[in-house]
Each structure stands twice: as structure tokens, then as C-alpha cells.
């Protein structure tokens, strides 16, 4: 069996009403069963008709910011964002702890294409940016 | 908060593919070689000792006949026709929230290099309810796995795999990869 550890990154969202919310934390909080703060993340935006302003993730000190919709650097303004893990192994093979990486990426989703901020988080000095047509 | 990823070789008892256990192809019997071009008569889970630790658990073997067929013990039959339990492999995917398991991929490499296919090996590789199997090779020629996009703490992905040699010899180097994304 191979366990992934959450290493302490998380997202966070400013919301249309002023609200910020923080993976784990009040209203998105993690609790065993429930839906994840990403899904509840969702269905709060949902039901009270919000959207998200800002975007992006901490690690500890570290913040990586997506474009918000006052881009800081009057870059183009996102139409929604998405936040998801990736998790890459080898399996099959006996070697199933020589390769065992993990991912957060946060996405600004645009019309015709994505910006992606990955975070690699066993070492979270490493980040990449990708930019994605849809 | 830990995610977990538990691979098994299906069988009338499951074996858990541990951290040093790979899996293996055989003739019918453990450790025997497989004919060049032929594809394996049964499947194990060998031990970092090389020990069979399914050698109890009666495990599932899916044998590739054609591109849409195959031989899980009842002779052949088009793929798609496998149960759950009739695939060889099982991977079950937990958390301990609800979430969604989208983007999963597997695919076979030469050890070094995941755009480079396996080497003298071919590996088959099909999702319950497929109609073909995918030749895996390399990152560029993946299975990719059907999202499971209703968010739980446990999703379970049943796959079938078959594997043929090419030439003669152990082919240990190769390597298989297996990725998705999670929120």
C-alpha cells in the first residue's frame, strides 16, 4: 500500500462577497467522510450564488498567486479556477517507494485556454507554471 | 489527512501487492518463462525474496487472445465481457474525505525514461468493460482509466493485463507508471 501524507499545502480563495477561504479550515474545513474543502468549496459557491475573485496556494510562508480579477500586474482576468492533486507512482514493479511524487496545481481557466501553477509537494521549493489550451 | 493507493491481485483470495513485491508473468507455473510472442498462461505476486505470496489465493490470469479478446479461465471471450472479479488487477484509490479520482492513467516504460516504451516486452492492457485492449508503451501510449467523478472516500479501478516477451530473457528493468488527479 502505498500513503500519501498531506504535506501542509493548501489553497486559498477570495470570494465575491469578501469571505477568504482556506483549504481546511471554517467553512471548507477537512473532516473525516465529509466532502472534501475543494467539493465544499463548490457547493458553498453554488448556493450562495458567489464567485471567486483570487486564487492561488500556500505553503506555509510560500503563496502562489493565480491571476485575480485586479490582476496585480494587469494581466487578463480569469473566468473561473480549479485546484486538484496529482499523484505519480511506480507500481508492479517492487519499487513501489523509489517513485512517489506528488502535485497540488491551481488553474486560471480562461476561454480558450489554462494557466496552471503546480506545486511539487515533497519539495516545495520546486514550482512550474504551464500555460494549457483547452 | 494521508491519501492511500492499494493495489491487488485478484483472485479466490486477494494478495496485496506490498512496497517490495512486484508482479509476474508466467507459463501456468510460478518463475517459468513465457514462449517469445506468447502471452502469460497465469500471474503472480513475487516477494523481494522471490517467493509466490499468491501462491494460496488462486489468482485471477488474463491472457490476451486479439485485440478484443481474451482467456480469464473460461476460454475466449470479447473483454468487455469481464466481471469486476474477473480482472487481474484491482486498485483502490481512499481518502478520508470525499473526493474525485479524474485523469488516471497506467502505462509500461524501460525503467529510465516514461516517454520510452518497455523493452522486449509487449503489455496489454484493458478497464473493465473495454472493448479492445491498449498496447501500453511509454508515456505517449497509455490506458487511460474512466474519471470516477462522484466524490467518495474510496474509488476502486478494475483493469486487465497481459504480457508477452519478445525475446528471451528476464525482462525486470521495465517499469510500470501509474498516475491521476484527485480534489
Known sequence: MLTIENTGSKWIAGLSNGETLVEGKDKVAHIKGEDSPWWKLQKYIKDNKLTIHSFGIWVGDKHFNLPSIKPKFEGEVPLSYNCFRKVVSDVFTGENDTLKESYICAEAIYKDYKVQVWVDEKDTNKSWVNLINK | ?183
Open chain 2, 1 to 183: 489527512m494521508a491519501l492511500t493507493q492499494v493495489l491487488v491481485l485478484q483472485g479466490v483470495s486477494p494478495t496485496t501487492l506490498e512496497a517490495a513485491d512486484s508482479l509476474s508473468f508466467a507459463d501456468g507455473t510460478f518463475d517459468n518463462p513465457i514462449t517469445v510472442d506468447a502471452y502469460n498462461d497465469s500471474t503472480h505476486i513475487r516477494s523481494s525474496v522471490g517467493v509466490d505470496d499468491s501462491a494460496a489465493n488462486t489468482p485471477v490470469n488474463n491472457k490476451y487472445i486479439a485485440a478484443g479478446t481474451a482467456d480469464w479461465g473460461d476460454g475466449t471471450e470479447d473483454i468487455e465481457l469481464a466481471t469486476d472479479a474477473e480482472c487481474a488487477l484491482k486498485i483502490s484509490i481512499g481518502y478520508d474525505s470525499n473526493v474525485t479520482v479524474t485523469d488516471i492513467t497506467m502505462f509500461g516504460y524501460d525503467g529510465t525514461t516514461p516517454a520510452t516504451a518497455q523493452t522486449e516486452m509487449t503489455i496489454q492492457m484493458a478497464e473493465q468493460a473495454d472493448t479492445e485492449w491498449t498496447a501500453v508503451g511509454g508515456s505517449g501510449t497509455a490506458l487511460s482509466i474512466a474519471d470516477s467523478d462522484t466524490p467518495a472516500t474510496s474509488h476502486d479501478f478494475y483493469v486487465l493485463i497481459s504480457a508477452a516477451p519478445t525475446t528471451v530473457g528476464v525482462k525486470s528493468a521495465n517499469k510500470m507508471r501509474f498516475a491521476f488527479t484527485y480534489q
